[in-house]
């Protein structure tokens, strides 16, 4: 069975800190994976997402993730955390095979000045 | 439109009214999701509906909700008799197809049930 597990309901961070928000899944056949941002009272807004190719896969605000296929891992990262960052995180998942997107149980990312 | 449209953005109903909720998909898109999702909480699947395709209707909760799509674009999530719990935001997305798509979302439909 498909799943996404991100093992943190909160990540707190300092501004200017690195941060990583983790983010680990299961599926049948290749992976196609997304993060998407939530801030307050808004829908989702895709962030980036791996298909193929170089693990690292860059996207909006700065942010990036890697592919560890030996790890079925998809952790998102930013080398500088902004206060600006501080939202809900959501990972999803699909397989080739399947148009339905399994989604993590999103993470709140806090980032203090 | 350049987004998903979703109306109405802000709705507030009494137990056991019937609420509609219209979705607009980027033009183009032949895929259309529905889900819901509680204050701050994941995203529960509601529908899916993939061009002139059967929906998938697998998410709706009960039989109270239902949801359409005319001319393969529009839609409408209907909720009849709405109950309290019920209260969430109503999220639609759309996508073109191939599984490596990205879905795009609307800002969501605020609903409370009062």
């Known amino acids: 069975a498909q799943s996404v597990a991100q093992p943190e309901d909160q990540v707190n961070v300092a501004e200017g800190n690195p941060l990583t928000v983790k983010c680990t899944y299961s599926?049948?056949?290749?992976?196609?994976l997304f993060w998407y941002v939530q801030y307050p009272n808004r829908g989702l807004q895709f962030l980036l997402k791996y298909i193929t190719g170089d693990n690292l896969v860059k996207g909006s605000y700065g942010f990036e993730a890697e592919f560890n296929k030996s790890q079925t891992s998809f952790h998102l990262k930013k080398p500088s955390a902004l206060v600006s960052d501080s939202a809900l995180y959501f990972c999803?998942?699909?397989?080739?095979?399947?148009?339905?997107?399994?989604w993590g149980a999103g993470t709140k990312l806090i980032i203090k000045p | 439109g350049a987004g998903v449209s979703q109306s109405p953005s802000n709705k507030v109903t009494e137990k056991g009214k019937d609420v509609e909720l219209r979705c607009d998909p980027i033009?183009?898109?032949?895929?259309l999701y529905w889900y819901r999702q509680s204050l701050g909480q994941g995203l529960e699947f509601l529908i899916y509906?993939?061009?002139?395709?059967?929906?998938?209707k697998s998410g709706l909760p009960s039989d109270r909700f239902s949801a359409e799509r005319t001319g393969g674009s529009v839609s409408t999530l209907t909720i009849q008799r709405t109950q309290q719990e019920d209260s969430a935001v109503y999220l639609c997305?759309?996508?073109?197809?191939?599984?490596?798509?990205?879905?795009?979302f609307g800002e969501g439909s605020w609903l409370t049930v009062v």
């Open positions: 033009s183009g898109h032949t895929a």
């Open positions: 509906f993939q061009g002139n395709s059967a929906p998938d």
């Open positions: 999803a998942v699909r397989d080739g095979s399947n148009y339905q997107l399994i």
């Open positions: 599926v049948s056949g290749n992976p196609y």
């Open positions: 997305a759309s996508s073109s197809t191939g599984s490596g798509n990205t879905i795009y």
